[in-house]
């Protein structure tokens, strides 16, 4: 598959799980994965996952602006940069953010993101 095809499929598909049913990102992540939110580093899925389920808030919608990829290692690995807009229920203004994922690819042909940070971008 096409690298930059391959990263934007798993960001759509990423930022719509987020936006409506986060429980369900456990299904990217494996128990080596690791999240560094805001500086703050989480590692396993479940523990993902119950980091970005306990966000101070419920409703959210990503809008992406740029998705940038490279192949990653011999292993067929993918790194994917993501930069856009976050925008909460009931907040007039949209925050900035970045994120990275480095993708790894699963036996069966599919992939997992082995490492996830995530940033605010401040003006």
């Not at 011999?74 to 970045?98: C, D, I, R, T, Y």
């Amino acid at each position: 598959m096409d690298p930059n095809a391959l990263s934007k499929a798993f960001v759509e598909h990423y930022y719509t799980t987020f936006d409506t049913n986060r429980p369900n990102l456990a299904a990217l992540y494996q128990d080596g994965s690791m999240l560094t939110f805001e500086g703050q580093q989480i590692m396993g899925s479940q523990n993902i996952v119950t980091k970005l389920t306990s966000l101070p808030f419920q409703q959210c919608h990503h809008s992406i602006t740029t998705v940038d990829c490279q192949p990653s290692g011999a292993n067929g690995g993918m790194l994917v940069f993501v930069s856009g807009n976050l925008q909460l229920a009931g907040e007039q203004h949209a925050l900035k953010f970045s994120q990275m994922f480095h993708l790894i690819p699963t036996p069966q042909g599919s992939y997992y993101v082995w490492n996830d940070i995530f940033r605010l971008n401040y003006a």
